[in-house]
């Protein structure tokens, strides 16, 4: 049921994805059912199971998500720490929890269709021209439910049309902004613009929203972890000093731009109004020096300025990428009718629900 339901949109992956997901099970020959008998198969009543068109949600805080390219836990910890300062204090500071990278979710376009949906990437088609011509889906996303509560919803990112993600998104309600939007010239790769221009865009950005009374959703995916060394962008020499790798060079000046980032939203007044969440998008693809560095087991995290009682979830010690939109939708008091995957999930394991369905 999950690559049926899936199914229903889509979206191109970057090299070796399909090959690996394939090798998983061959989903690509998985029977279509109706929009119910998915469900039913998942162990999903679709009585319960709400759709777009009967959501209803009240406003809560404004939102600010930052999803970090490949900057996995093992950054914040030794002996690398001294790279992201910035993550570390609000580590400390704030709320924060372990998260596990789960199937599905291992690359940029996976992981931000998850953090929408709470369902793992999984589709029959290996491109995007599915997806390209849908125009309405019956699955929940947090869109949704962020458009049901009257937020304005932007998306930031350095280059929109990389894999789909324009039409995703834009599928779920956003308004997606990168080079074109902003006014920037790009970079000359298929990246689009640094990760400098977004953060100074997501500033602009909230000092507009911020005037209004609409409450605002705003989402940034940043590039400079990208394999296989990062996206070296050599001004941010200026603030920061040389490191063994372009890859440590640009972590510590992604740290940088979010504590800059975090020092615009005290000096003005928005943390009280504002939920923020910052989590990596996945870990770190293919191989680089650093990560024999790493001292513990590899994974993922979630830092948010939403208090831990406010965030409220079963799962909290276990915490995996598909209970991202219910976090989200919790941290920032908005209340719905919504339901995601991972509310109808009684195992512990979730990754193990999801291994045991991956045709489903």
């Not at 709320?95 to 953090?115: A, L």
């Not at 789909?164 to 298929?190: A, C, H, T, W, Y």
Request: aromatic share 10%.
């Amino acid at each position: 049921a999950i690559a049926v339901i899936v199914g229903l949109v889509g979206m191109s992956f970057p090299n070796g994805i399909v090959h690996n997901i394939y090798s998983i099970a061959n989903i690509k020959f998985t029977q279509s059912k109706s929009f119910e008998t998915a469900l039913e198969d998942l162990g999903i009543d679709p009585e319960t199971y709400i759709e777009p068109d009967d959501l209803t949600a009240t406003a809560g805080k404004n939102i600010i998500v930052l999803s970090l390219e490949s900057l996995e836990r093992g950054f914040l910890e030794a002996p690398l720490e001294a790279l992201t300062p910035t993550l570390g204090e609000l580590r400390d500071t704030y709320t924060y929890f372990p998260m596990e990278q789960n199937e599905g979710s291992k690359w940029t376009s996976g992981s931000v269709y998850t953090t929408m949906t709470g369902f793992p990437a999984y589709f029959k088609a290996s491109n995007n021209d599915i997806f390209q011509n849908t125009t309405s889906s019956r699955i929940t996303s947090i869109g949704d439910v962020l458009q049901a509560a009257e937020y304005d919803l932007t998306y930031l990112m350095g280059n929109k049309e990389f894999s789909g993600l324009n039409d995703m998104l834009s599928l779920f309600g956003f308004r997606v902004k990168s080079e074109q939007e902003l006014g920037v010239p790009k970079i000359k790769s298929l990246w689009g613009l640094h990760d400098k221009e977004l953060f100074e865009a997501a500033k602009k950005e909230i000092a507009t929203k911020s005037k209004k009374e609409k409450p605002f959703a705003l989402f940034l995916s940043n590039i400079s972890g990208h394999f296989p060394d990062g996206v070296y962008d050599e001004r941010m020499r200026e603030v920061i000093p040389d490191q063994e790798s372009k890859l440590e060079f640009m972590t510590m000046a992604v740290d940088y731009l979010i504590a800059d980032l975090f020092a615009y939203l005290e000096e003005n007044n928005l943390m009280d109004n504002t939920v923020v969440y910052i989590f990596p998008d996945h870990e770190f693809m293919g191989k680089h020096p650093v990560l024999q560095k790493f001292s513990a087991k590899r994974g993922l995290y979630l830092i948010t300025t939403a208090d831990k009682e406010s965030v409220s979830y079963k799962r909290l010690d276990t915490l995996s990428q598909i209970d991202l939109p219910r976090i989200i939708l919790n941290g920032a008091g908005i209340e719905s009718n919504a339901r995601f995957l991972t509310d109808y999930i009684s195992e512990e394991n979730e990754n193990a629900f999801l291994d045991n369905n991956i045709k489903n």
